[in-house]
């Protein structure tokens, strides 16, 4: 699978280079995103070379994709988000995301969620994507609301954060949703 570059408003998504690094070390300081992704909690250069590789694999391996997010007027680094196909056989995918605390208030998630969508919507043509956010982060749920997403419900223990199991929204968008 090829990764894309895709244009959001202000933001593009691109596949990760080694040059990232600077905003992996702001987000290992961040107390959520190790606990809920897979960004290492603690920084070193060798352990944010290994995150970057298992980022390209996924793509390579069909898993999907996961991207950096560039703040266009700074070209900063500022997020990550990925799409992942694990049962793009239903047709369906799921979406998730981390901005750095920086980059958070500025409206970024609603655009790069919106501009992923649209493009696995119309280029990969999947029906349904899914995002899962705990019921606490109202920002990031108003986030996917703004860029199309609808909350479908409550999850209950749905998925395992720093060691303990958290209720989940489940927000949807069809793309059919988005011919209408």
């Not at 395992?160 to 949703?177: C, F, H, I, Q, T």
Request: net charge negative; glycine share 8%; hydrophobic share 40%.
């Amino acid at each position: 699978m090829s990764i894309p570059r895709i244009e959001c408003g202000g933001y593009t998504l691109r596949g990760w280079e080694h040059t990232d690094t600077d905003v992996l070390r702001e987000a290992a300081d961040d107390p959520y995103i190790p606990a809920i992704t897979t960004v290492p909690a603690r920084f070193d250069p060798a352990t944010a070379a290994a995150y970057i590789e298992r980022q390209k694999d996924r793509a390579r391996t069909c898993a999907g994709y996961s991207l950096v997010v560039i703040e266009d007027a700074s070209a900063r680094p500022v997020g990550s988000i990925g799409l992942w196909l694990r049962d793009i056989d239903l047709g369906r995918a799921s979406i998730g995301y981390w901005l750095v605390r920086s980059a958070r208030g500025k409206g970024c998630a609603a655009q790069i969620l919106a501009g992923l969508s649209e493009w696995a919507h119309t280029t990969l043509e999947i029906p349904r994507l899914e995002l899962y956010v705990e019921p606490w982060n109202t920002a990031s749920v108003r986030s996917a609301e703004r860029a199309g997403f609808t909350r479908e419900g409550l999850l209950r223990s749905w998925q395992e954060v720093g060691g303990e199991r958290k209720d989940m929204y489940m927000l949807s968008k069809l793309r059919d949703a988005d011919a209408e």
